[in-house]
């Protein structure tokens, strides 16, 4: 696995999930009866509240498609609707860091001295999608956009499940219904039948709030992907963030648009 490769699927990971390790969460709660305003409502309520968000944690890619594996360990800080900066190491060694804004991307990786200097459309390539910066920041925290037009499909039990269309995608939600956190998320390409899936589990409680500590995705656009996130460690407002982001004059640029 080229060095560029495995970054892109180190960012693709990455880019997928937020959790810790904390205190579980037990207790459930039975949503039969709840209108879809309510459930939108619920779960806006339960999105988490912070400054900077600062994450850590260890990862496994498996590029299903070229049959490798690989490990890293990386951290992720984020500045709520502004700006995301990931770095990631393997064995202790910086391989990758990004700088993620509302309009630009910039990634550096150290191994072989490269660097990109790309607007938010390198992103949507990558993770074969629309996207913004809400709905990433979204996805990285765990969180359904639920966004009109809407169908609540069933409120059985602890599971709420929902349906989108989102041309040309079909996106559905499964909510916990004791903490109204996304437990699952499909995106199914309409036309060409690929899909990715998201799963959440292990809910913690850090603080008064509650993230999940395990992720897996499944890919299988454009490339057959298999990410497994385990997360060590996550702080809310603790931590002093230097978001400034430089590319030293020896690294080479290379162009956004050689991504394979």
Known sequence: MS?????????????????????SVTGSANARGMDLAKVI?????????????????????????KGSKIGFTYRIDIAKDSLILINVSKFGIPMMNMRIGQDTVLMRMPINQTAMVCDFGLLQKVAKMDLDFAKLQALLLGEATLEQPITLVSTKGNSIELEGN????????????????????????ITLGKESVLTYSDFKKVGSQIVASSMVLEATQAQSVRIELHHSGIAFDQE?????FRIPESYKIIPCDSLP
Not at 3 to 21: D, E, H, P, T, W
Not at 240 to 244: D, L, M, Q
Request: glycine letters at 4%; aromatic letters at 10%.
């Open 3 to 23: 060095s560029k490769r495995f970054g892109i699927l180190l960012v693709v990971a990455i880019l997928m999930m937020v959790g810790c390790k904390s205190r």
């Open 166 to 189: 989102r041309p040309p995608y079909s996106v559905y939600w499964i909510l916990n219904s004791s903490h109204f956190r996304l437990e699952k998320m499909r995106i199914q390409d």
């Open 240 to 244: 002093k963030v230097n978001f400034r």
């Open 41 to 65: 409502a619920k779960a806006n309520e339960n999105r988490l509240h912070f400054q900077i968000m600062t994450l850590k944690g260890k990862a496994d890619v498996e590029d299903v498609s």
